[in-house]
């Protein structure tokens, strides 16, 4: 089995889909092993998106992550990681995610694409030691 660090970001909480976010992790038969409403601290959406620090909209992303509270939850089953990719979409909810996905169903532009899944098992470990401190591997 396998974790991966699932966020909702604000504009998902603000449009009322953690529900259906939610019941979309669940009816793909993955569990949550921590889930928890909270407004992130910048020090932390720095960290969280480090790899992008040097892109031209790291600043409105920073902004956009701390401006409302968001859900982080880690999400475990079999290829967790992958398959909470495949519920999301694409990263560009109009040009990427297809019909049927979070992205796709819900979003229209890039920086508010509602949510947000590791990509790799490093990735995931390290988000999930920055969210989740005391679930660290
Ligand atoms: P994926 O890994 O599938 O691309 P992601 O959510 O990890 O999905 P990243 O490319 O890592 O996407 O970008 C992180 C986040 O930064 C995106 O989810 C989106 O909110 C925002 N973002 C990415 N590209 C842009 C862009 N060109 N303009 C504005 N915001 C962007």
Redesign the pocket.
């Known amino acids: 089995t396998e974790q991966t660090l699932v966020l909702i970001k604000p504009d998902g909480v603000q449009r009322g889909v953690i529900g259906e976010v939610i019941s979309r992790i669940e009816r793909k038969g993955l569990t949550l092993a921590a889930l928890e409403l909270r407004t992130v601290p910048t020090e932390i959406a720095a960290e969280h ?1 480090a790899e ?1 620090a040097e892109r031209p ?1 790291f600043g409105s ?1 920073l902004e956009f992550i701390t401006s409302g509270p968001v859900v982080a939850a880690v999400v475990e089953g079999p290829r967790a990681i992958a398959a909470f990719r495949q519920l999301a979409g ?2 560009d909810p109009v040009e990427k995610a297809t019909p049927g996905t979070i992205r796709g169903d819900f979003g229209l532009e ?2 508010f ?1 509602l949510v ?1 899944g590791s ?1 790799s098992p490093e990735s995931a470990a390290r988000e999930i030691g920055l969210w989740f401190p005391a679930l660290r591997s």
């Open positions: 998106y992008h909209f992303l694409g990263t890039t920086q694409n947000h990509d």
